[in-house]
């Protein structure tokens, strides 16, 4: 009995023991769940605070300079965010004014918080005039349980980066000059034959009388269809009217290099009897020797040389050799062309204007981000410089735009890369409103599905119309009206506008205004949400080559104003910012 009693009061000792070891242990469990658990909570309190003050900052973006500075609107955003919106600090809110907050985010001293335009790649700060980078002022966290182990508090402290982007998947391999940039226009095969003739005013000319000048140019054909270069017997057909009345004295067709010259090239001396309705002129041999776009205007006078050239803007496109597309003639000054951007993955030119189409750039183009018209620049042998280079971009361009290479970047594909056009139609284009729109088969290219979704679609009311969105400059009002599910068609894109129509051949490097966002269409200004059936037909601004077919001949575009477009992505692919439309704000790190 004394035995076993002896035995309980060593067991009793032992107990206490293990009683004290768990209560160590209970006080350290409480430590880690309540002090640590308060940390990581205020932690994610100051890593919100990072977050929205680079958001709040970021809209000022891209940078005024290489470093921020206290004045910088950017800094300045933030900072105010910072001061408004301060996380719980066990040392009591901060005291510091906006201007004091500012200050202390570019003193250089990280400790107190700091700004910076650009990221961090690990321990690596990469410098970015499209990004800003913040790391809060420290909040302390004080400790009660964990004080038993000897720790009384901590500093929490986090950072956020925050980059500009345009939306969409950047810009199309093409180009707009200013003057030819808003609106339906048209890139089209000059020697193709249009589906529609383009209906021209009457040409005046200076020697005659306003009664007079009543004849009028609709049309070019060729005959054959294609000319080829060095041709032989090949001849234009002008169809218009008043080309046989006597007073018309229409009496020889001139072949021009460049539209708006003075001089011919050549000229062709009409047969004094032809219908009223139509001009047949044999293609000289020097003009088919040359493989490019002509323009074609007649002379109204004697066949002695008295008398005047039609107007440039009544002249009509003549292709030699290759089709290309450019602005439809009837359409207002400038012209469309394509923008040489070599890649890496092909070789041919035409491959690469193809690639571009359908796939993204592989570098960035962005405007020219200083004030001034600067149309000329140099590209110190490069076909496009970045803007923060050299102040500038600096793109080769092309006349018109091969139509094999249009027809692969758009529909048949090139190098394992789908046509840009090979996606199915958006949700908010199937909608019975907009008759379900399906994929559609492209009539005469091997009966490819591709995209059919139509600019209405998209807008958010039900009043307004393409030309109200087609409007420039302070002459548009009507907002954000497009729904951000745009930026997700294949059909929308950007294209850059150049300062000045570039010179014949593309001899020249030219700067980048601004950029124009486009769509793929031929609905008419007249329609809007309700009424976008009317006047729009089953090609929807692609048209292919008749009758031989199997390729683009003509590509319809509407193109309008930024404004109308949301600053807000959808969930849609962005680029890199392109200095001009909606920002679309971005947390990167």
């Known amino acids: 009995m004394h035995i076993a009693m002896r035995r309980r009061s060593d067991e009793n000792g032992a107990v206490v023991v293990v009683v004290a070891l768990m209560v160590v242990v209970i006080f350290a469990i409480a430590a880690l769940a309540v002090d640590l658990g308060n940390a990581f909570t205020r932690l994610r309190d100051v890593q919100s605070q990072a977050d929205f003050s680079a958001l709040a900052g970021g809209a000022d973006l891209p940078a005024l300079g290489a470093s921020p500075i206290a004045a910088d609107p950017a800094i300045q955003k933030a900072a105010e965010y910072l001061y408004l919106n301060q996380p719980q600090d066990d040392n009591g809110p901060d005291a510091l004014t906006v201007p004091e907050f500012a200050f202390d985010l570019t003193n250089g001293n990280a400790n107190d918080g700091e700004a910076y335009y650009g990221h961090f790649d690990g321990a690596n700060f990469v410098a970015s005039s499209t990004e800003l980078t913040i790391r809060t002022p420290p909040a302390l966290v004080s400790f009660g349980f964990a004080r038993i ?36 226009q048209t890139f089209t095969d000059p020697a193709g034959g249009q589906v529609v003739a383009v ?20 049309e070019l054909t060729t005959v054959p269809t294609a000319v080829s270069v060095n041709e032989i017997g090949a001849q234009v057909v002008i169809d218009g009217n008043q080309f046989n009345a006597a007073a018309a ?6 072949f021009f290099r460049d539209r708006t010259g ?24 020097a003009v088919a020797a040359v493989e490019d776009v002509w323009w074609v205007r007649v002379f109204k006078g004697n066949s002695a040389g008295v008398g005047s050239w039609s107007p440039p803007e009544n002249a009509l496109p003549l292709r030699i050799g290759q089709a290309v597309l450019e602005c439809d003639s009837g359409a207002s000054s400038g012209n469309f062309g394509t923008l040489y951007l070599p890649r890496t993955d092909v070789s041919s030119q035409d491959d690469m204007i193809a690639k571009n189409m359908a796939a993204k750039l592989e570098f960035d183009l962005a405007t020219m981000p200083v004030a001034g018209p600067a149309p000329l620049c140099t590209g110190a042998g490069s076909p496009a410089v970045h803007a923060p280079a050299d102040g500038t971009n600096c793109v080769d361009t092309k006349t018109g735009m091969p139509a094999n290479a249009a027809t692969q970047g758009l529909i048949t594909g090139v190098d394992g890369e789908l046509g840009r056009l090979r996606q199915d139609t958006s949700d908010r284009c199937r909608q019975s409103s907009y008759g379900n729109r399906p994929q559609r088969a492209a009539t005469g290219i091997s009966g490819y599905d591709m995209n059919d979704d139509i ?21 548009y009002s009507s907002g ?26 593309g001899s020249q490097k030219y700067s980048i205004k601004e950029f124009r966002p486009g769509f793929i269409t031929d609905q008419p200004k007249t329609a809007n949400a309700t009424n976008h059936s009317v006047g729009s037909t089953t090609s929807n601004g692609i048209y292919v080559e008749q009758p031989a077919g199997n390729r683009v001949s003509r590509v319809m575009v509407v193109f309008f104003n930024a404004e109308a477009l949301p600053a807000d992505s959808g969930g849609a692919p962005v680029t890199n910012w392109m200095g001009f439309g909606p920002k679309i704000l971005q947390l990167t790190d």
Request: charged letters at 15%; proline letters at 11%.
């Open 480 to 505: 954000v009206v497009l729904d951000p599910a745009i930026y997700s068609s294949p059909r929308f894109m950007w294209v850059p506008v150049l300062h000045v129509e570039p010179t014949f051949g």
């Open 149 to 184: 182990l000897g720790s009384d508090d901590t500093d929490v402290d986090a950072k956020a980066t925050v980059g500009v982007f345009s939306p969409g998947t950047g810009p199309m391999p093409v180009f707009a000059v200013a003057g030819c940039d808003y609106g339906p």
């Open 455 to 475: 600019l209405t679609c998209f807008f958010t009311d039900n009043f307004t119309t393409i030309e109200d969105i087609s409007k420039q400059g302070i002459a």
């Open 262 to 285: 003075s001089t011919p090239y050549f000229e062709e001396i009409l047969p004094t009897t032809r219908t009223n309705s139509l001009i047949r002129a044999d293609v000289p041999a």
């Open 199 to 218: 209906t021209r005013p009457p040409m005046s000319f200076d020697t005659e009388p306003p009664a007079f000048n009543n004849a009028t140019m609709n």
């Open 249 to 254: 004295g229409i009496v020889k067709v001139g």
